[in-house]
């Protein structure tokens, strides 16, 4: 395989650099052009995670310390893409980004499946309806993938899961996990599922209701944070459920209560 060459830059107003120094998360995207979106992808166990599960460099940027392990981890991948580099008193100035972890590295976006292919063996999914906090949302699937949960989809709504904060606080389980958009609750009907949705209403039952461990396939609806899920969502809804709460508390960060709905609905 050969190598790229290392690309020392001084400053950041090379073009090849604007996925790091000068998009936004929207116009890195690209959703007028989706075949040229990209996603940038922080540290190297998250990037590892990424190219381990197919996806494709386009580039790396890394502080000088860290050359050696990103040559190691395009070894390991048979990658062959420019790798920029720089002292990290320059690399300061990305507006944004912290360099603590010392590597990024932007990727093409996946092509996403549609949902009956993502469900087609799930027996538990989570669904996220306008989750936006991408730190929520990376903890969301990092606590699918441990507790169980086979898939996970998402309301247009909701944070990209592929948002650089995302990613990273996902510990790159957004890679592992398959999710794609969601567009309307009849598609999960029509995929065989009955929805439980986390709410606290005069209808919901506790979570570890007999009722809701005799589901065959489940999808667990998930709301935003602060207002969490709609009237119009929870009619459509065949359960809804709650977390028993103590010490006069009503509620838990959605992340949190994602967690424990989670491990209680996937036994």
């Known amino acids: 395989m050969s190598t790229m060459p290392t690309i020392h830059i001084t400053d950041l107003k090379d073009p090849a650099l604007e996925p790091y120094a000068r998009l936004t998360e929207r116009q890195l995207q690209s959703r007028l052009h989706p075949e040229e979106g990209v996603f940038i992808c922080e540290s190297i166990k998250v990037i590892r995670v990424a190219l381990e599960h197919g996806m494709q460099p386009v580039s790396f940027l890394c502080e000088e310390k860290f050359l050696e392990c990103v040559n190691v981890l395009m070894s390991e991948c048979g990658s062959d893409v420019p790798v920029y580099t720089a002292p990290r008193e320059v690399l300061k100035g990305l507006t944004g980004y912290e360099l603590s972890r010392g590597v990024l590295c932007a990727m093409r976006r996946p092509v996403l499946p549609n949902v ?86 005069d209808r919901s039952v506790s979570i570890d209701d007999p009722s809701l461990h005799g589901i065959d396939r489940m999808a667990i609806i998930l709301g935003t944070e602060g207002d969490g899920l709609s009237d119009s969502v929870l009619r459509q809804c065949d359960h809804v459920a709650r977390i028993p709460m103590q010490r006069g508390v009503d509620s838990l960060n959605v992340a949190a209560a994602a967690a424990v709905a989670f491990y209680e609905l996937t036994r």
């Open 116 to 201: 009956d292919e993502v469900t087609a063996d799930a027996r538990r999914v989570a669904v996220l309806d306008s989750v936006v906090n991408s730190e929520n949302t990376g903890a969301i699937f990092r606590a699918a993938a441990a507790l169980g949960i086979d898939a996970v989809l998402l309301t247009r709504t909701c944070c990209d899961p592929l948002n650089r904060r995302a990613c990273r606080v996902s510990m790159g389980t957004v890679f592992q996990l398959p999710w794609t958009f969601l567009d309307h609750y009849m598609q999960l009907k029509a995929c065989g599922f009955q929805t439980v949705a986390m709410a606290l209403t």
